[in-house]
């Protein structure tokens, strides 16, 4: 099963949450962490997905990992040479 990526970003005084490959953000939020802690509970709920979390200059700020598929866990798929701060969490 591919994971799904959910995205925090900003632009302004606003917030959201987008999944990839979606016309549309999920919801808009005021606060960065209100839209990180919504985002964290849809990659949950909707395993296995990935959370990449936008500075508001649009740079990755961090990566989270939830889930695992047919028993097999994702921790460690991206270390290495362009692991810069991703993290898993099971």
């Known amino acids: 099963m591919a994971r799904r990526v959910w995205r925090v970003s900003g632009r302004g005084k606003t917030w959201t949450v987008k999944r990839d490959g979606a016309t549309r953000a ?13 985002a964290i509970k ?8 990935r959370v ?14 939830y889930g695992e598929a047919a ?13 810069l701060g991703t993290q898993s969490e099971k």
């Open 52 to 65: 990449v979390i936008h500075r508001a200059d649009g740079t990755v700020q961090r990566e989270t990992e």
């Open 26 to 38: 999920m919801k808009s939020f005021t606060s960065k962490d209100d839209a990180r802690a919504a």
């Open 71 to 83: 028993g097999l866990s994702y921790a460690g798929v991206f270390e290495g040479p362009d692991d």
């Open 42 to 49: 849809v990659a949950r709920v909707n395993p296995p997905s």
